[in-house]
Protein backbone atom coordinates (compact mmCIF):
# COMPACT_ATOMS: atom_id res chain seq x y z
CA UNK A 1 0.00 0.00 0.00
CA UNK A 2 2.65 2.34 0.76
CA UNK A 3 3.95 2.36 -2.72
CA UNK A 4 0.49 2.80 -4.25
CA UNK A 5 0.62 6.12 -1.78
CA UNK A 6 3.49 7.04 -2.79
CA UNK A 7 2.54 6.76 -6.98
CA UNK A 8 -0.46 9.17 -5.98
CA UNK A 9 1.44 11.59 -3.73
CA UNK A 10 4.27 11.58 -6.70
CA UNK A 11 1.88 12.03 -9.56
CA UNK A 12 -0.54 14.37 -7.87
CA UNK A 13 2.83 16.82 -6.85
CA UNK A 14 3.98 16.53 -10.14
CA UNK A 15 0.74 17.60 -11.58
CA UNK A 16 -0.22 20.19 -9.21
CA UNK A 17 3.31 21.56 -9.77
CA UNK A 18 2.86 22.04 -14.10
CA UNK A 19 -0.49 23.88 -13.41
CA UNK A 20 1.24 25.99 -10.89
CA UNK A 21 3.88 26.60 -13.21
CA UNK A 22 1.02 26.89 -16.31
CA UNK A 23 -1.75 28.88 -15.02
CA UNK A 24 -0.05 30.24 -11.21
CA UNK A 25 -2.69 28.66 -9.69
CA UNK A 26 -4.29 25.33 -8.97
CA UNK A 27 -7.42 23.97 -10.42
CA UNK A 28 -8.89 20.84 -8.13
CA UNK A 29 -8.55 17.19 -9.87
CA UNK A 30 -7.92 14.13 -8.79
CA UNK A 31 -5.71 10.97 -9.51
CA UNK A 32 -6.79 7.70 -9.58
CA UNK A 33 -5.17 4.69 -9.05
CA UNK A 34 -6.44 1.52 -10.57
CA UNK A 35 -6.32 -2.11 -9.94
CA UNK A 36 -3.68 -2.26 -12.49
CA UNK A 37 -1.50 0.26 -10.64
CA UNK A 38 -1.95 2.60 -13.17
CA UNK A 39 -2.54 6.35 -12.46
CA UNK A 40 -4.43 8.86 -14.64
CA UNK A 41 -5.97 12.37 -14.24
CA UNK A 42 -9.64 13.62 -13.39
CA UNK A 43 -10.55 16.85 -13.70
CA UNK A 44 -13.27 18.86 -14.35
CA UNK A 45 -13.39 21.15 -17.20
CA UNK A 46 -15.52 24.54 -17.44
CA UNK A 47 -16.33 26.56 -19.82
CA UNK A 48 -15.02 30.22 -20.40
CA UNK A 49 -18.28 31.71 -19.91
CA UNK A 50 -19.08 30.10 -16.05
CA UNK A 51 -15.78 28.80 -14.23
CA UNK A 52 -17.89 26.63 -11.09
CA UNK A 53 -16.52 27.52 -7.99
CA UNK A 54 -13.29 25.22 -6.33
CA UNK A 55 -15.98 23.79 -3.92
CA UNK A 56 -18.13 22.37 -6.31
CA UNK A 57 -15.79 21.13 -8.75
CA UNK A 58 -14.15 19.24 -5.54
CA UNK A 59 -17.56 17.68 -4.42
CA UNK A 60 -17.98 16.33 -7.99
CA UNK A 61 -14.70 15.30 -8.65
CA UNK A 62 -15.02 13.39 -5.33
CA UNK A 63 -18.27 11.79 -5.93
CA UNK A 64 -17.32 10.39 -9.05
CA UNK A 65 -14.01 9.24 -7.67
CA UNK A 66 -16.04 7.92 -4.67
CA UNK A 67 -18.31 5.87 -6.61
CA UNK A 68 -15.36 4.38 -8.83
CA UNK A 69 -13.77 3.62 -5.36
CA UNK A 70 -16.93 1.66 -4.36
CA UNK A 71 -17.80 0.08 -7.58
CA UNK A 72 -14.35 -1.46 -7.00
CA UNK A 73 -13.08 0.45 -10.67
CA UNK A 74 -9.83 2.16 -8.51
CA UNK A 75 -8.14 0.75 -5.73
CA UNK A 76 -7.43 4.44 -4.90
CA UNK A 77 -7.81 8.26 -5.31
CA UNK A 78 -6.25 11.53 -4.67
CA UNK A 79 -8.21 14.92 -4.30
CA UNK A 80 -6.11 17.61 -4.87
CA UNK A 81 -7.03 21.45 -3.78
CA UNK A 82 -5.29 24.83 -2.97
CA UNK A 83 -5.89 25.87 0.68
CA UNK A 84 -4.62 28.25 3.22
CA UNK A 85 -2.75 27.18 5.69
CA UNK A 86 -1.31 29.20 8.88
CA UNK A 87 2.31 27.90 9.70
CA UNK A 88 3.02 30.35 12.55
CA UNK A 89 0.62 32.54 13.87
CA UNK A 90 3.29 35.55 13.91
CA UNK A 91 2.83 35.46 10.18
CA UNK A 92 0.59 35.64 7.40
CA UNK A 93 -1.35 32.28 6.13
CA UNK A 94 0.03 30.70 3.51
CA UNK A 95 -0.76 29.20 0.13
CA UNK A 96 -0.32 25.31 -0.27
CA UNK A 97 -2.20 22.77 -1.79
CA UNK A 98 -3.07 19.23 -0.26
CA UNK A 99 -3.28 15.95 -1.55
CA UNK A 100 -5.78 13.79 0.39
CA UNK A 101 -5.82 10.28 -0.31
CA UNK A 102 -8.41 6.65 -0.01
CA UNK A 103 -6.76 4.03 -0.23
CA UNK A 104 -8.91 0.43 -0.20
CA UNK A 105 -6.04 -1.36 2.13
CA UNK A 106 -5.67 1.85 4.54
CA UNK A 107 -7.49 3.14 7.72
CA UNK A 108 -7.50 6.69 7.10
CA UNK A 109 -4.23 8.29 5.58
CA UNK A 110 -3.29 11.91 6.74
CA UNK A 111 -3.69 14.81 4.68
CA UNK A 112 -0.43 15.98 2.91
CA UNK A 113 0.12 19.65 3.01
CA UNK A 114 2.78 21.35 0.28
CA UNK A 115 3.45 25.04 1.07
CA UNK A 116 4.15 27.46 -2.32
CA UNK A 117 4.90 30.87 -2.76
CA UNK A 118 6.13 32.29 -6.50
CA UNK A 119 8.82 34.44 -6.10
CA UNK A 120 8.26 37.59 -8.72
CA UNK A 121 5.49 35.63 -10.21
CA UNK A 122 8.11 33.48 -12.37
CA UNK A 123 9.92 31.42 -9.94
CA UNK A 124 8.28 28.53 -8.28
CA UNK A 125 9.52 27.88 -4.45
CA UNK A 126 7.95 25.39 -2.28
CA UNK A 127 7.74 25.33 1.56
CA UNK A 128 8.75 22.02 3.83
CA UNK A 129 5.65 19.29 3.00
CA UNK A 130 4.06 18.17 6.14
CA UNK A 131 0.75 15.23 7.27
CA UNK A 132 -1.64 16.25 9.32
CA UNK A 133 -3.21 12.78 10.87
CA UNK A 134 -6.89 12.66 9.24
CA UNK A 135 -9.78 13.86 11.92
CA UNK A 136 -13.48 12.77 10.95
CA UNK A 137 -14.16 16.83 10.62
CA UNK A 138 -11.50 17.90 8.48
CA UNK A 139 -11.72 16.13 5.51
CA UNK A 140 -12.23 19.03 2.21
CA UNK A 141 -12.02 21.80 4.09
CA UNK A 142 -10.05 25.28 4.09
CA UNK A 143 -11.44 25.70 0.46
CA UNK A 144 -13.78 28.29 -1.18
Do not use: W
Not at 53 to 77: M, N, P, R, S
Amino acid sequence: MEDEVQKLLDFSFDFAKDILLDTNDIYPFASVLNNKGEVRHIGFQGDEDHEPKAKDVIEVVHQYCEEQFTEGLVKAFALTYEVMVELDTEIEPSDAFVIDIMHADGDALPLYYFPFKFIGDVKLEFGESFAVKREENNQFENFD
